[in-house]
T-cell receptor
Framework: KAGVTQTPRYLIKTRGQQVTLSCSPISGHRSVSWYQQTPGQGLQFLFEYFSETQRNKGNFPGRFSGRQFSNSRSEMNVSTLELGDSALYLC????????????FGSGTRLTVV | SQQGEEDPQALSIQEGENATMNCSYKTSINNLQWYRQNSGRGLVHLILIRSNEREKHSGRLRVTLDTSKKSSSLLITASRAADTASYFCATVFSGAGSYQLTFGKGTKLSVIP
């Protein structure tokens, strides 16, 4: 079956701009989570969506937002980009039941200049 | 914030040797998972161990969990050059129906042919 698809793979944006990243989960997976990975902070949880509802949110400023559509595809948006937002953004989908692992996409590498 | 801490941060071994990585965490968990990441790509789920399990095997992987010490270990036997990657432990605490992975900083494993 198809894996988790993230688009685009690479992105270069200027400070102050906004960006939208997309994630298509595995068919049948209704939970989509987003993670930010940086060399300094490691892997940090951004938010989780399940059936179009945000169930959990990490400790990130309000500039980071997301949504999930009825087909479980998810987008995350970062407004007013800062240099520190440069990171690998990873999306993971799961069955959202205890005892099940997560399947990650290849990530979107965002560079803010 | 990171809940898990992996030890060691970096490990270099010869092909054919065993590699052991340790992970400690701080709070009670539902399960603990190990992931592999190659060169800043997406994470690959390796194995999941539930809080009521003590040991689990999958191919050349062996994971142990000691909930009294809040620690886990991942053993890779008969290592291969292809095992070169970063390995992360991630804990899951399910609260209010939301499943969130909390990652450690990872162990960078180098297997020398």
């Amino acid at each position: 079956k198809a894996g988790v698809t993230q688009t685009p793979r690479y992105l270069i944006k200027t400070r102050g701009q906004q960006v939208t990243l997309s994630c298509s989960p595995i068919s049948g997976h209704r939970s989509v989570s987003w993670y930010q990975q940086t060399p300094g902070q490691g892997l940090q949880f951004l938010f989780e969506y399940f059936s179009e509802t945000q169930r959990n949110k990490g400790n990130f400023p309000g500039r980071f937002s997301g949504r999930q559509f009825s087909n479980s595809r998810s987008e995350m948006n970062v407004s007013t980009l800062e240099l520190g937002d440069s990171a690998l953004y990873l999306c993971a989908s799961s069955l959202a039941r205890a005892g099940h692992g997560y399947t990650f996409g290849s990530g979107t590498r965002l560079t803010v200049v | 914030s990171q809940q898990g801490e992996e030890d060691p941060q970096a490990l270099s071994i010869q092909e054919g040797e065993n590699a052991t990585m340790n992970c400690s965490y701080k709070t009670s968990i539902n399960n603990l998972q190990w992931y592999r990441q190659n060169s800043g790509r997406g994470l690959v789920h390796l194995i999941l161990i539930r809080s009521n399990e003590r040991e689990k095997h999958s191919g050349r992987l062996r994971v142990t969990l000691d909930t009294s010490k809040k620690s886990s270990s991942l053993l890779i036997t008969a290592s291969r050059a292809a095992d070169t990657a970063s390995y992360f432990c991630a804990t899951v605490f399910s609260g209010a129906g939301s499943y969130q992975l909390t990652f450690g900083k990872g162990t960078k494993l180098s297997v020398i042919p």
